[in-house]
Nanobody
Framework: QVRLVESGGGSVQAGGSLRLSCVATGRSFRSYAMGWFRQAPGKEREFVGAVSWSGGSAFYPEPMKGRFTISRDSAKNTMYLRVDTLKPEDTAVYYC????????????WGQGTQVIVSS
């Protein structure tokens, strides 16, 4: 069974930076891509971006381009999300998920890590 565990969240001042990690465990772990999502209080879950597991190239939806950087270390089964110039509106629970193949849905969601940005 694949399990994803996020870490690195916390309380930070606006303007700062944060790096989140997502570690995948499980002998059956296979990935086409891994992604980051976030959900702010009272809002729907939002796609932050994803990284190709084989090639390491990252994709970001337009609203996330610029301050978000996703990378992965396949040897460690770990994905990272760096957020620069944090804003109060970045406050959310950040989740990671795995896409086992091109046609698969996002699955194996982690429990999330809370990020609180104060002004």
């Amino acid at each position: 069974q694949v399990r994803l565990v996020e870490s690195g969240g916390g309380s930070v001042q606006a303007g700062g930076s944060l790096r989140l990690s997502c570690v995948a465990t499980g002998r059956s772990f296979r990935s086409y891509a891994m992604g980051w999502f976030r959900q702010a209080p009272g809002k729907e879950r939002e796609f932050v971006g994803a990284v190709s597991w084989s090639g390491g190239s990252a994709f970001y939806p337009e609203p996330m381009k610029g301050r978000f950087t996703i990378s992965r270390d396949s040897a460690k089964n770990t994905m990272y999300l760096r957020v620069d110039t944090l804003k109060p509106e970045d406050t959310a629970v950040y989740y990671c998920a795995n896409k086992a193949s091109y046609s698969a849905d996002w699955s194996s969601w982690g429990q999330g890590t809370q990020v609180i940005v104060s002004s």
